[in-house]
Structures are given as C-alpha cells and as structure tokens.
C-alpha cells in the first residue's frame, strides 16, 4: 500500500520527440522545463499527459477547496 506521501508518477509525452515517461510530481515541471531546454531549444514541446493535466487540476481544485 503506498502511504500518503508517496505522490503519483505523472505521465509527461512529448508528441515531437515521440517519447512518453512517467516522472515524480514533485519534479514534472522541473523534468518538462529541461526537456525542452535541452531537446527544444526552450520551445514546448513535452508536456504533461492532456488527460491526466485534468484529472490533477481537479484534484488540485479540490485540494485548495475551489469545488466546495
Ligand atoms: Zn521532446
């Protein structure tokens, strides 16, 4: 069972490399940021998996109470 401070790994794709990897969610914006500094010259290119980007900003929403 996992405890309640292990975080999910988020899905990040990258359609223009055609790669996908699963990262911390602590680290997801820090692991898009250097991809697409490294890989993209700065230009987005990998970006959190679209679904899963919904499904966590509901999750956030709840978590700040904005659902309420
Ligand atoms: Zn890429």
Redesign the pocket.
Known sequence: MPTDDELPEIPVI????D?RTAVPFSEVEDAVTR??EQ??DGEP??EVDPEVLDQLNDLVAEDMGLLD
């Open positions: 990258c359609e223009d490399c790669t991809h697409n890989l993209h290119g990998a």
